[in-house]
T-cell receptor
Framework: AQTVTQSQPEMSVQEAETVTLSCTYD???????LFWYKQPPSRQMILVIR??????QNATENRFSVNFQKAAKSFSLKISDSQLGDAAMYFC???????????FGTGTRLQVFP | NAGVTQTPKFQVLKTGQSMTLQCAQD?????MSWYRQDPGMGLRLIHY???????DQGEVPNGYNVSRSTTEDFPLRLLSAAPSQTSVYFC??????????????FGEGSRLTVL
């Protein structure tokens, strides 16, 4: 069975600095999606970034980028120039091409200090 | 477009009561699902549906029923609520077929407390 592990329950960063959130996963599949979702205090789940496993190039969305290491089964999220509005829970998630189930990690709570 | 709409947003039940959490989406998504979110456990899949008339169990289906009579609606029923079902519930949907990018679109969540 596939699993997603986020080993950092909490992280903190100062405004304008860079922070990296870790995620590892376990799968025997070769084709899959990986996602990072943000959950602010409003509770709404917001997609931050997605990566398809067949793409070697790391995905980037403005200040958010990933370091996707397929062989190591690692999918970290880097937030550059952190802003107060980045404070939230961040969830890493995995989905195989062959199933309809999205599997989530337990989340990392990010605090941003001014 | 409203996206994914969940009602109610908050609900308090007594043990043994029944209730239905409503979920509707206006994006013509074939796939719909229900997750529960508990502290320290992330989001866990309860039930999902790949189209009208088709449902299947997820990771934690016990105590919950679903049906999918239309593409738009996917209600989640608690037949006899238990304190262990106190949680935040999320409905989510996504595109299917060639338009499937894998991304789930979430509702705003429903906080349920069972006393």
């Amino acid at each position: 069975a596939q699993t997603v592990t986020q080993s950092q329950p909490e992280m903190s960063v100062q405004e304008a600095e860079t922070v990296t959130l870790s995620c590892t996963y376990d799968t025997s599949e070769s084709d899959y999606y990986l996602f990072w979702y943000k959950q602010p205090p409003s509770r709404q789940m917001i997609l931050v970034i997605r990566q398809e496993a067949y793409k070697q190039q790391n995905a980037t969305e403005n200040r958010f980028s990933v370091n996707f290491q397929k062989a190591a089964k690692s999918f970290s999220l880097k937030i550059s120039d952190s802003q107060l509005g980045d404070a939230a829970m961040y969830f890493c998630a995995y989905r195989s091409y062959n199933t309809d189930k999205l599997i989530f990690g337990t989340g990392t709570r990010l605090q941003v200090f001014p | 477009n409203a996206g994914v709409t969940q009602t109610p947003k908050f609900q308090v039940l007594k043990t043994g009561q029944s209730m239905t959490l409503q979920c509707a989406q206006d994006m013509n998504h074939e796939y719909m699902s229900w997750y529960r979110q508990d502290p320290g456990m992330g989001l866990r899949l309860i039930h999902y549906s790949v189209g009208a008339g088709i449902t299947d169990q997820g990771e934690v289906p016990n105590g919950y029923n679903v049906s999918r009579s239309t593409t738009e609606d996917f209600p989640l029923r608690l037949l006899s609520a238990a304190p262990s079902q106190t949680s935040v519930y999320f409905c989510a949907s996504r595109k299917s077929g060639t338009q499937n990018t894998g991304e789930l679109f979430f509702g705003e969540g429903s906080r349920l407390t069972v006393l």
